[in-house]
């Protein structure tokens, strides 16, 4: 994946998955210089397949962006492996920092560095995310359709995955762990829908033949469960950008961190977007894609407009030189005949 990496570029995207590239890839086929850095850990890879994204629906996450980086490529964007670090504002646009030493240059920034899912103090539950340790409904729900699952309380968000669970199997299970049993419309809301709720500490998972076959209390109860689902907190990966006084800020739903930005990635910082789940922490592969060729677009009319301005004061300039050159040669002229 490695590429030269010039001084400079009219846009820097940092982050190469779906909202990365798909954003380099406007910018490219709009003609400008550009280059995504990736760090080469993509949130969805511990995933068989990417579902919900008609027409790739199953697709291998890495086949995915294997294939968005060769459509990149096809336009003359550039896509490097790399680490970016920090970021600061210079004359005239931004340098980019990268681990090792390297710096880069951009007129424009486009920041698509996803999120980091931190999920709860469970052993087992990060050696099976992504297989029978779900999270999202719309991502994996079909692939456990009408097995036992189990939904694990973890935050604002947990009775509400219960429920949409509910919609794929008959039989789902409410971990209440260490969290207050729910209640009020939210235990009503349960009990309608058939979801039993079992109170006490999760201690760990029950694994057999490489799957997952139970839920273990810390009274040493298991529960028979052939998935568990778990909203983790999503943390947006935007530390690097702190000297241009950008930071995460909890998401309004409480879910996690996330870079504030308009409808079309803008954010508070002049000329930095964002795209993806950095900034939309609920958004799919598909979303993330779109939300990144809108800011690859928006991107390219701010530079459009910059350049726009540059070229009509460059055509006034020389018109006001000249100008005045014959003002002066005028008086001149009169003076040296006397008039």
Known sequence: MTERLKDAYDVV?????????????????SRRSVVVVDAGSPRNAPAEGVHGLLARDGMPPAELLERGRAEVRRYGGHVVAGTVTEAVRDDGGFTVGLAGGRTVRARRLLVTTGLVDELPDVPGLAERWGRDVVHCPYCHGWEVRDQAIGVLSSGPMSVHQALLFRQLSDDVVFFAHTAPRPGGEQ??????????VVEGEVAGLEVADDRLVGVRLA?????????????????????????????????????????????VGRTDV??????????????????AAAAGAMAGAQINADLVAE?????????REPFSAESEARVCEAVLGDRRHGL
């Open 13 to 29: 995207v940092v982050g190469g998955g779906a909202a990365g590239l798909n954003g380099a890839l406007m910018l490219a086929r």
């Open 187 to 196: 235990a009503e809301q349960l009990a309608a829908r058939g979801v039993r």
């Open 219 to 263: 009274g040493g109860a298991v529960v028979a469960r052939d998935a568990l689902a778990v909203a983790s907190r999503m943390t947006a990966r935007g530390g690097f950008l702190a000297g241009l006084g950008l930071r995460p800020v909890e998401h309004p739903t409480g879910a996690g961190e996330h870079i504030p930005a308009d409808t």
């Open 270 to 287: 002049p000329g930095v977007w964002v795209a993806g789940n950095v900034t939309d922490l609920s958004a799919q592969v598909g979303a």
């Open 307 to 315: 350049e726009a301005r540059d070229a009509v004061a460059a055509r």
